[in-house]
């Protein structure tokens, strides 16, 4: 069983689209998050939601508006999308706010903006 | 947060014992120390976390001195398939409020035959 599984793994758009990404965890965790790995593999925190509410909004365009129906789902939508949108998308969870635990990732989604 | 500094590579050869460290001179009282494991196409793994003195499980261990300045993950009898990026982080603990983990460089280790 996966624990935490995005859809869709690949996803290849034209710029000035609008995609969504969706991420579901069967773990029972409470706290799930967004994260961003650009071509350099830096993995950067976009955002974090823990039992529906946002706690973590890091400096994104707000083309990015996340959304969190109930505390095992986070999708991600992005609107208008540009080149530099470009990128891996990795969701996260963990058990807490303080992820004492670890976070258990996703496989990512590879976004290709053309 | 703390920032934390780690080799950018790495390279060993199968069957040998591989010895990764990260500084952290910043780290916070409340800090733990993690590491994460990501092979390519894939999302990091948590491999083992930390406190201050030795923790072992069946993946690694991870070594920390006293004054926590840094710490180091032990992989014993690597092979091919633990060829992968490694990534130390620090966050809070205990810090009644939400925590960030922040993702480094990474050390991206190369296993050969």
């Known amino acids: 069983d996966t624990a935490v599984s995005q859809t869709p793994k690949y996803l290849v758009t034209q710029m000035g689209n609008d995609k969504s990404i969706k991420c579901e965890q069967n773990?029972?965790?409470?706290?799930m998050y967004w994260y961003k790995q650009d071509s350099k593999k830096f993995l950067k925190i976009m955002f974090s939601?823990?039992?529906?509410?946002?706690?973590i909004n890091e400096t994104v365009p707000n083309r990015f508006s996340p959304k969190s129906p109930d505390k095992a789902h986070l999708n991600l939508h992005i609107n208008s999308l540009e080149l530099g949108d470009s990128a891996v998308y990795f969701c996260?969870?963990?058990?807490?706010?303080?992820?004492?635990?670890?976070?258990?990732f996703g496989s990512g989604t590879r976004l290709t903006v053309v | 947060l703390a920032k934390t500094t780690q080799p950018i590579s790495m390279d060993s050869y199968e069957g040998q014992e591989v010895n990764i460290t990260c500084s952290h001179n910043?780290?916070?009282?409340?800090?733990?120390i993690t590491w994460y494991q990501q092979f390519p196409s894939q999302g990091p793994r948590f491999i083992i976390q930390?406190?201050?003195t030795k923790v072992t499980n069946e993946v690694a261990s991870l070594f920390i001195p006293a004054d926590r300045k840094s710490s180091t993950l032990s992989l014993p009898r690597v092979s091919l398939s633990d060829t992968a990026v490694y990534y130390c982080?620090?966050?809070?603990?205990?810090?009644?409020?939400?925590?960030?983990?922040?993702f480094g460089a990474g050390t991206r280790l190369a296993v050969h035959p």
């Open positions: 910043n780290i916070a009282t409340n800090d733990y």
């Open positions: 982080l620090v966050g809070g603990m205990f810090s009644g409020g939400y925590n960030k983990l922040i």
């Open positions: 930390g406190y201050k």
């Open positions: 939601y823990n039992n529906k509410e946002l706690i």
């Open positions: 996260a969870s963990s058990l807490g706010l303080q992820g004492d635990y670890g976070y258990t």
């Open positions: 773990l029972g965790h409470d706290t």
